[in-house]
């Protein structure tokens, strides 16, 4: 973990400190952005081994390419753009031939079959809706759902946004998420009686006020992990 001086120096300042061999500015740039680049892999809904795979290769990528990224503040985005695109080859890969992931061989699912499939549907409409957004409301969209309540500081680096922007942007995001899921079929599935509802954190992405969920923000927060 890097010391204070490291996690307070700004991004750029950590990039020319990384491009001079020092292991620690490194280190601090990938705690910066881990759990986002997490949040990314997340929404892809990958198997455990690829996101593994997505994440590393994220990182390699940086590596290879920090001394080529013209701005070094944009980091961020270009860690947004990078690892939405990983992920999406790695999906491309796994339809062709799906692999069978081996942390879930072995788990006890106590759900019925049908709530199994509808929990698998909403989160393939709710992958579909955020796909249909445009950058860098994809982001956002992205990171309210698997990194709720994140700092507007912190989303706007990775997004590429003001600070101000950022509420503005989150608004416009729950209101087209809300929006487009009901056209790919969710309102009408919840309208014929679907009992599970919204999940808490489909729920944090389509209408969460900035003062909902604190409680399950927190154990959301926990569970991403950081490096």
């Known amino acids: 973990m890097a010391d204070q001086s490291y996690a307070e120096a700004s991004t750029g300042e950590l990039v020319k400190r990384a491009l001079s061999d020092d292991d620690t500015a490194w280190e ?3 705690d910066r ?4 680049v997490r949040a990314v892999v997340r929404s892809h809904g990958l198997s455990a081994h690829d996101a593994q795979d997505a994440e590393q290769t994220v990182w390699s990528n940086l590596a290879e390419h920090l001394s080529r990224i013209r701005t070094p503040e944009s980091v961020g985005p270009w860690l947004a753009t990078t690892t939405q695109r990983e992920c999406g080859k790695l999906r491309r890969l796994a339809r062709r031939a799906p692999p069978a992931d081996p942390e879930r061989l072995h788990a006890v699912d106590h759900r019925s ?4 499939t509808m929990a698998a549907e909403r ?3 709710v992958r579909c809706a ?3 957004l445009r950058e860098p409301d994809r982001t956002v969209a992205v990171l309210e759902l698997h990194a709720p309540r994140s700092p507007a500081a912190e989303v706007a680096e990775f997004a590429g946004l003001r600070p101000t922007e950022v509420p503005t942007v989150r608004r416009r995001v729950r209101r087209r998420l809300q929006r487009l899921l009901t056209e790919q079929g969710y309102g009408t599935q919840r309208r014929s009686g679907d009992p599970g509802g919204r999940s808490g954190a489909e729920d944090s992405a389509v209408r969460a006020g900035p003062e909902d ?3 399950q923000d927190k154990a959301r927060q926990a569970g991403t992990g950081r490096r």
């Open 28 to 30: 601090a740039l990938i």
């Open 33 to 36: 952005f881990a759990v986002r």
């Open 113 to 116: 079959p049908e709530e199994i």
């Open 123 to 125: 989160d393939r409409l």
């Open 130 to 132: 955020i796909a249909e």
């Open 213 to 215: 969920g604190r409680a």
